[in-house]
């Protein structure tokens, strides 16, 4: 038997007052209850899972090292299991940390719309945590937890504030983990990982949203101190996420991803002088999927934690993204809102000034209509929601995927394309 124990003391706050008064995170529970699925029945696990189909999630978009090619066929397919083992090990890890912070928050959170929100997550992460240690099995073993997740864990765990286990795992986190996700669904070639990936992408757009309804409102709220510590909270989690440190034997250092390389005759010190000289290269670096920039950044951005105070400390590490890729995470956010209006009959409060309608495009068109309905009512001039014949008719709808459409070339091109059809 193995396990750990930290002492993660929390004030456990009880509310008695049990009607509704955050309604969008209300919405969010009904999606969540709507949106359940199961690891056991909704996966395809009769399908035989061929390792040289999952993929190569370390580096995507590279072509593979010149050590790796050297490698037998046989050896070049265990070492892609092990690398995908090791790393979907990080999430599984990550899933259980998520699973018990998640339960915290249930305790002390003040609100209960909050309270009855976070309680479904605790299942979705005791979901993932099925999933990904039953899909792990088919690769390889589970790996040892990684040093930076489980000091960014234990340190959430540990917070006072309940702010700074909101943002730690909901905002920042769980961020990561969609983006992941995401790149994972899109690259692999495994209808068995895909199908778990996409399913667990689902999931935490819900728990992202949640972080961003909740913290959007309730910082503004905090003292000047509180707040800062906030903002420097955020920053120490990202880069307790990012740092991969070496572990020390007394006076020796160790690779802690070492261990997947044992075994296949490579030459450690030439493989990682290789490494080194790839990850020192502006084009590789860039080509590379960074869900820190792409997607923790920006939500951190979007409820008011990058601040004059820790803007710099971003910007020195590059995870200040272009203002032309923002978006993939407006897009991303966009989805979760359009997920609960799905759900919940009534108006949706998107608020123009951020155009959530970037990266939906695709979405959009895959949907019936519904989904495009729903969009323009949020912005309709009556706010008559459901009533508002105009937003529900055919016209409106070309009129939004045409306005969606021309964001590819200006953002003024949509709030005349959306608001102003709907405006007629």
């Not at 993929?55 to 790796?68: C, H, K, L, T, W």
């Not at 000091?151 to 504030?161: G, K, M, S, Y």
């Not at 959007?216 to 996420?241: G, S, V």
């Amino acid at each position: 038997m193995s396990f750990e124990t930290i002492d993660a003391t929390v004030q456990v706050l009880w509310r008695y007052d049990y009607e509704s008064n955050i309604k969008p995170l209300r919405d969010l529970y009904e999606v969540a209850k709507k949106e359940q699925w199961n690891a056991a029945t909704d996966i395809p696990w009769e399908i035989k899972t061929d390792p040289a189909a999952v993929g190569d999630m370390s580096a995507p978009n590279a072509e593979p090292f010149d050590f790796v090619k050297a490698l037998s066929k046989e050896n070049q397919i265990e070492l892609a299991k092990r690398k995908s083992a090791h790393l979907l090990s990080t999430f599984l890890h990550g899933e259980q940390g998520a699973m018990m912070i998640c339960g915290q928050l249930v305790e002390v959170v003040p609100d209960m719309d909050a309270k009855l929100y976070a309680s479904t997550q605790v299942i979705d992460e005791a979901r993932h945590v099925e999933v990904f240690h039953r899909y792990i099995q088919r690769l390889d073993r589970v790996y040892p937890i990684m040093h930076g997740l489980k000091a960014l864990l234990n340190a959430v765990l540990q917070a006072d504030l309940w702010q700074m286990k909101c943002v730690g795992m909901q905002i920042i986190a769980e961020s990561i983990a969609m983006g992941s996700f995401k790149t994972m669904a899109k690259l692999t070639h495994d209808e068995v990982f895909r199908r778990v990936v996409e399913l667990t992408a689902q999931d935490e757009a819900r728990h992202v949203s949640y972080g961003l309804i909740y913290m959007k409102d309730e910082i503004p709220k905090m003292n000047e101190r509180d707040r800062d510590r906030l903002e420097d909270f955020a920053w120490t989690a990202m880069t307790l996420l990012a740092t991969t440190p070496q572990l020390r034997e007394g006076q020796k250092e160790v690779d802690p991803m070492a261990v997947i390389y044992e075994g296949l005759g490579i030459d450690m010190v030439k493989a990682q002088s290789e490494m080194l000289s790839k990850m020192s290269e502006p084009e590789f670096v860039k080509a590379q999927p960074n869900p820190f920039r792409d997607y923790a950044y920006p939500q951190l951005q979007r409820i008011g934690l990058i601040t004059d105070r820790t803007l710099s400390k971003y910007q020195a590490v590059g995870w200040q993204p272009d203002p032309a890729d923002l978006w993939r995470w407006r897009g991303s956010h966009f989805l979760a809102r359009l997920s609960i209006e799905r759900h919940v009959p009534g108006e949706i409060s998107l608020p123009w000034e951020t155009p959530a309608l970037m990266g939906s495009f695709e979405f959009v068109l895959s949907r019936s209509g519904r989904g495009a309905a729903a969009v323009s009512r949020s912005w309709c001039s009556t706010r008559a929601a459901a009533d508002c014949a105009h937003c529900n008719s055919p016209v409106m709808k070309r009129q939004l995927i045409r306005g969606i459409a021309a964001l590819y070339s200006s953002a003024p091109a949509v709030r005349a394309g959306v608001r102003g059809a709907c405006e007629q």
